[in-house]
């Protein structure tokens, strides 16, 4: 059974760092390439970050560049976002997924980052 679980979000106050991970089972997970995806609110979900099945490869969309640092551990089938200099635009909630491939999505993890 393919599964994403993502916890880790909270409450954080502008300017500071926050780590997600994603635990992922059911399929082969260093054969994927994996993304972390946001949905702000009354927004659509959008990729933020992804990297690459052998994790050599990273790509971020400007917003998240310099501030957000995407990293896998196949050991553990788990990818991880590292994020610092939050700002009020980061509260979203945050998924995970295969990148081109997507399976079904997990619950998500909500981040709030507010005074």
């Known amino acids: 059974q393919v599964e994403l679980v993502e916890p880790g979000g909270g409450l954080v106050q502008p300017g500071g760092p926050l780590k997600l991970s994603c635990a992922a089972s059911?399929?082969?997970?260093?054969?994927?390439?994996m993304a972390w995806y946001r949905q702000p609110p009354g927004k659509e979900r959008e990729l933020a970050v992804w990297?690459?099945?052998?994790?050599?490869?990273?790509v971020y969309v400007d917003s998240a560049k310099g501030r957000f640092t995407i990293s896998r551990d196949d050991a553990k089938n788990t990818v991880y976002l590292q994020m610092k200099n939050l700002n009020v635009d980061d509260t979203a909630v945050y998924y995970c997924?295969?990148?081109?491939?997507?399976?079904?999505w997990g619950q998500g993890t909500q981040v709030t980052v507010s005074a």
């Open positions: 997924n295969r990148l081109g491939a997507p399976v079904s």
């Open positions: 059911g399929f082969i997970f260093s054969n994927y390439a």
């Open positions: 990297i690459g099945y052998d994790g050599r490869d990273t």
